[in-house]
């Protein structure tokens, strides 16, 4: 099984969130484009927040991984290392 890359993942949402509103005079709506970047249906809110749920999962899957790597986190100077879950060990190897 491949091992995703939840950081890339994060980075690819935002960024063709992002892109919606380049160049556009008439700015989408936020529902607009979040049902755009995860192809729902407008009227779909169920879908809608269930995605951005997910979105926000990876936003914390994502900080848990650079926490927990000793050559991503800058911030060890001046908060305790905290050892990382097993599932997340797994994840990264």
Request: hydrophobic share 40%; net charge negative; proline share 4%.
């Amino acid at each position: 099984m491949q091992n995703e890359n939840p950081a890339m993942k994060l980075h690819c949402l935002l960024e063709a969130a992002s892109n919606q509103s380049k160049g556009v005079i008439d700015v989408p709506s936020f529902k607009e484009v979040w049902c755009n970047v995860f192809v729902i249906e407008k009227d779909d809110t169920s879908t809608l927040l269930l995605a951005l749920n997910s979105m926000h999962n990876l936003f914390f899957t994502t900080k848990s991984y650079i926490e927990s790597n000793n050559r991503l986190n800058t911030d060890l100077e001046t908060a305790a290392p905290s050892a990382p879950s097993k599932s997340v060990q797994s994840d990264l190897f």
